[in-house]
């Protein structure tokens, strides 16, 4: 079945720094990753929409300078957050489309994100 | 906003059926019906999906109403494995770039 990898899968950064999360389609090519943001206790919220060679579609609310998302490739999506506060500190989690029938999202096991 | 109304939590014995409900008054012709769970501290996985037929496969069988405004999806044989917040998701699906949103789920406890 379709494979999505993330990397890293823990992350600690001191406040200030810029922590960049990798989305790796593994057996097939995605022209649209999704990603979210997990606080504890509560759903996913998605963030933004990779799309590859073009710009991302952020959600209202997202500010698209913090989390900035490079989509390079068919199997990979990039992000990047930028001047991190532990405020960011969260689980992200991405998705991609294999695009077959019905379009079933691909989830990735989430990198935690923990900034002090 | 999610489309979708769940109970927010269950409990289920370990070994009987899990019957997870949903409610989706508002959904149209051309969306689909999915479930996904997410076991702690992972990514969500796929379960079942569907448009107006039932389903079954390895994992569960989901049953839609004939007027596609409620769903259930069923756990036949349910195990302490099975302890997950479940989400059950109305989308398009047809283009990859139909994005899930996903509402608060509903917290399933399987009780040994």
């Known amino acids: 079945g379709a494979v999505v990898s993330q990397h890293p899968s823990r992350v600690i950064c001191k406040s200030g720094t810029s922590v960049k999360i990798e989305c790796r389609s593994l057996d097939f090519q995605a022209t649209t990753m999704f990603w979210y943001r997990q606080f504890p206790k509560q759903s996913l919220m998605l963030m933004a929409t990779s799309n590859e060679g073009s710009k991302a579609t952020y959600e209202q609310g997202v500010e698209k300078d913090k989390f900035l998302i490079n989509h390079a490739s068919l199997t990979l999506s990039t992000l990047t957050v930028t001047s991190a506060h532990p405020e960011d500190s969260s689980f992200y989690i991405c998705s991609a489309a294999r695009g077959t029938g019905a379009n079933v999202l691909t989830f990735g096991a989430g990198s935690r994100l923990t900034v002090l | 906003d999610a489309k979708t109304t769940q109970p927010p939590s269950m409990d289920c014995a370990e070994g009987r059926a899990a019957n997870l409900p949903c409610n989706h008054s508002?959904?149209?012709?051309?969306?689909?019906v999915y479930w996904y769970r997410q076991i702690h501290s992972q990514g969500p996985q796929y379960i079942i999906h569907?448009?107006?037929n039932n389903e079954t496969n390895e994992m569960a069988s989901l049953i839609i109403t004939e007027d596609r405004k409620s769903s259930t999806l069923i756990l036949p044989h349910a195990t302490l494995r099975d302890t997950a917040v479940y989400y059950c998701?109305?989308?398009?699906?047809?283009?990859?770039?139909?994005?899930?949103?996903f509402g608060k789920g509903t917290r399933l406890h399987i009780l040994p």
């Open positions: 569907g448009l107006k």
């Open positions: 998701i109305v989308r398009v699906g047809r283009n990859r770039d139909d994005k899930i949103i």
């Open positions: 508002t959904i149209s012709g051309n969306e689909y």
